[in-house]
């Protein structure tokens, strides 16, 4: 007969093996997003694009297309759209290509813009600089913005066997809905006294 101290350690292995396997499996879920994030971007999976502080230093004489799409969430009350539907650039040369967005409501609204490029081979040498996709964005009443993607397409897609037939790029951006920062109020009013 087992005495009430082993059935205590026993159990105790037990509810310690539960909750190690608990905090594990929420460890997990929450990192899921951000290393499913960095997968993307270091391989390029599903069109992830990728980036750089500078742009190349090696430009080429061959080209091809950008193509630029915009789109928004439901719900999304903003007009989204890029100002030219395509360039033809060279590759490792820098380019900036903008897009413009409308806000036709009579209140603020935030937005983030998600992105990828197709075909999805492509996209670890899809390389931007700078992105209106980095941070949020938050129009005003009736403000329309123009906002800027510096990219370049690095020389190494010719020497990627799946990317480097590929004539053209689309870039894709959705804009989605996000709440107000939570101190935009306050930010609003320093801009605003520091404007008297």
């Not at 700078?130 to 913005?145: H, N």
């Not at 799946?162 to 870039?171: D, G, W, Y």
Request: proline share 7%.
């Amino acid at each position: 007969m087992k005495s009430w101290y082993a059935d205590l350690t026993e159990n105790g292995r037990v509810v310690m093996w539960t909750l190690v396997t608990v905090i594990g499996m929420g460890s997990l879920g929450w990192a899921a997003v951000p290393l499913y994030d960095l997968f993307c971007r270091v391989t390029g999976y599903g069109g992830t694009t990728s980036r750089a502080e500078a742009g190349s230093t090696r430009v080429l004489e061959e080209t091809l297309l950008v193509r630029f799409d915009a789109s928004r969430e439901r719900g999304m009350p903003w007009d989204f759209k890029p100002v030219q539907n395509s360039m033809r650039v060279q590759i490792g040369a820098t380019n900036i290509a903008f897009y413009e967005a409308h806000n036709p409501t009579d209140q603020p609204v935030a937005g983030t813009a998600s992105f990828n490029v197709a075909p999805f081979a492509t996209g670890p040498h899809f390389v931007k600089i700078d992105c209106f996709c980095f941070e949020e964005q938050v129009l005003q009443p009736g403000e329309t913005v123009s906002m800027p993607v510096t990219f370049f397409v690095d020389p190494e897609i010719l020497d990627d066997p799946e990317a480097k037939h590929m004539p053209e790029i689309t870039l894709s951006y959705t804009f989605h809905v996000m709440d107000l920062p939570e101190d935009y109020a306050a930010l609003q009013t320093d801009a605003a006294q520091t404007t008297n």
